[in-house]
């Protein structure tokens, strides 16, 4: 079974038309034909495929019946009773690559394999996150100075 959009042009009054959407489920299979009678006044019709869109990158998505009413989850969007999951899109946006910013150096700790410690340059001004900034007069670690000196 697939949920199909139903799209009719009435014809409102002399000054236009009326373009107007339903949605009714069809039973689909190869071997049968579906007709359709169109309301009174509807000039053209045409029907395809409706498909709910689902916008998420890991979360798949979920129904779930609540009080007689479907709903798609994460979102709560009321959805048709008969909707199944080939009823719906699943777009997965694509996750960007965070790149290395640039003015930015990683050291590895001495006392703590597999820690690192940054340095960043902003302007004129080296910064760093290991506890050895706090700790020198001048507030420059030995991270800072090595990138000072491999700079100049």
């Not at 079974?1 to 038309?17: C, D, P, T, W, Y």
């Not at 080939?86 to 990683?106: A, M, R, S």
Request: one cysteine or more.
């Amino acid at each position: 079974m697939a949920l199909h959009e139903i799209i009719q042009v009435k014809k409102v009054s002399i000054l236009g038309n009326e373009i107007t959407t339903k949605r009714t489920f069809l039973k689909h299979t190869p071997t049968t034909v579906h007709s359709y009678a169109p309301e009174s006044g509807v000039i053209s019709q045409a029907s395809r495929i409706f498909k709910y869109d689902y916008v998420h990158s890991y979360l798949g998505p979920t129904l779930h019946v609540v009080d007689g009413k479907k709903y798609l989850l994460p979102m709560w969007k009321e959805v048709h009773p008969q909707t199944t999951y080939n009823d719906i899109n699943w777009i997965k946006p694509e996750i960007k690559k965070i790149e290395p910013e640039k003015n930015t150096w990683k050291f590895e700790s001495s006392s703590e394999p597999g820690h690192f410690y940054t340095v960043r340059k902003s302007g004129l001004k080296y910064t760093c996150n290991c506890p050895g900034v706090w700790r020198s007069k001048d507030r420059r670690c030995k991270h800072i100075k090595q990138v000072e000196n491999d700079n100049k």
